[in-house]
């Protein structure tokens, strides 16, 4: 089974402030990466898919980069709604697996 | 509009089994995989299961191979999960996802969640 770790666990940021998430895979995952947003009592919603491509609706101050091992989700500038708790999720191996987890609040 | 909802949930004693439903609509259900995934209160995701279109190609996680299976209806646009012999464990909220693609695995619209509860 492939592990994702995430970090960090809790990221204290403000509104406006750039926002970078780590997304560690234990075993190479090529580029077969997402990363999803949940906030409280609500579905998660997909960001980013194969590590950089924005889904459908997602605004532009989402990005993810990263192949291998090593990912990373950048938020520019918080908005408000933003603040959320973010997973990553690899789809190369099975059992799909996700992290752990960054909750991004409010400082 | 693609919609997912899920039923089927509940309180269930340990060792009982519980099925669950996600009807689909707004899209073409049948060429498109879904998995279940479920989240303990509190905690993070954990994939569940999963299926491809047709119906074939299921595949599970480890935690509940040989006590749950998933499947499908196409021809009532409903996705199932039948658990068997549940245990503390297996509460959790359980969401039924849509793939983004025909079988990409990742999981673009998601139902609102369905709680079951396994507790004597």
């Known amino acids: 089974e492939i592990v994702m770790t995430q970090s960090p666990a809790t990221l204290s940021l403000s509104p406006g402030e750039r926002a970078t998430l780590s997304c560690r895979a234990s075993?190479?995952?090529?580029?077969?990466l997402a990363w999803y947003q949940q906030k409280p009592g609500q579905a998660p919603r997909l960001l980013i898919y194969?590590?950089?491509n924005r889904a459908t609706g997602i605004p532009a101050r989402f990005s993810g980069s990263g192949s291998g091992t090593d990912f990373t989700l950048t938020i520019s500038s918080l908005e408000p709604e933003d603040f959320a708790v973010y997973y990553c999720?690899?789809?190369?191996?099975?059992?799909?697996?996700f992290g752990g987890g960054t909750k991004v609040e409010i400082k | 509009e693609v919609q997912l909802l899920e039923s089927g949930g509940g309180l269930v004693q340990p060792g009982g089994s519980l099925r669950l439903s996600c009807a689909a609509s707004?899209?073409?259900?049948?060429?498109?995989?879904m998995s279940w995934v479920r989240q303990t209160p509190g905690k993070g995701l954990e994939w569940v299961s999963a299926?491809?279109?047709?119906?074939?190609?299921?595949f599970y996680a480890d935690s509940v191979k040989g006590r749950f299976t998933i499947s499908r209806d196409n021809s009532k646009n409903t996705l199932y999960l039948q658990m068997s012999n549940l245990r503390a464990e297996d509460t959790a909220v359980y969401y039924c996802?849509?793939?983004?693609?025909?079988?990409?695995?990742?999981?673009?619209?998601w139902g609102q969640g369905t709680l079951v509860t396994v507790s004597s």
């Open positions: 996802a849509k793939d983004i693609g025909v079988t990409s695995y990742y999981f673009d619209y």
């Open positions: 707004g899209f073409t259900f049948s060429s498109y995989a």
């Open positions: 299926i491809s279109g047709s119906g074939g190609d299921p």
């Open positions: 075993q190479s995952v090529r580029s077969y």
């Open positions: 194969d590590a950089s």
């Open positions: 999720q690899q789809r190369i191996n099975w059992p799909l697996t």
